[in-house]
């Protein structure tokens, strides 16, 4: 795998655990908290924590990549799974 490879796979699974974390941790919305900023949504967050969240993502995207590069070279893949490879004749045509 090249390092331009690594790097787009890397950066892939980094956003979408990013919108998969960034709910979680949220307590209350400023319109529940009795202080709006003008000029944003009331149902924004209070107080969104965003540096925790980004050091969260970037620990759980490096486990995951990592897990990703060790099965990588293992030499395991999806011919390996018993329940992806369907019986030899099981999607033939018919025949006539």
């Not at 919108?19 to 900023?37: H, K, M, N, S």
């Not at 759980?60 to 490879?85: E, K």
Request: charged share 10%; proline share 9%.
């Amino acid at each position: 795998m090249s390092i331009a490879f690594g790097m787009a796979i890397y950066f892939m699974l980094w956003w979408i655990i990013l919108f998969a974390i960034l709910p979680f941790g949220l307590r209350r919305t400023q319109e529940e908290a009795g202080e709006v900023v003008p000029g944003s949504e009331p149902s924004a967050p209070d107080r969104p924590h965003f540096s925790r969240v980004i050091i969260l993502t970037t620990v759980v995207t490096t486990v995951v990549f990592a897990a990703y590069l060790g099965l990588r070279s293992s030499g395991y893949g999806l011919d390996d799974i018993p329940f992806l490879n369907p019986p030899a004749g099981s999607y033939s045509h018919p025949s006539n």
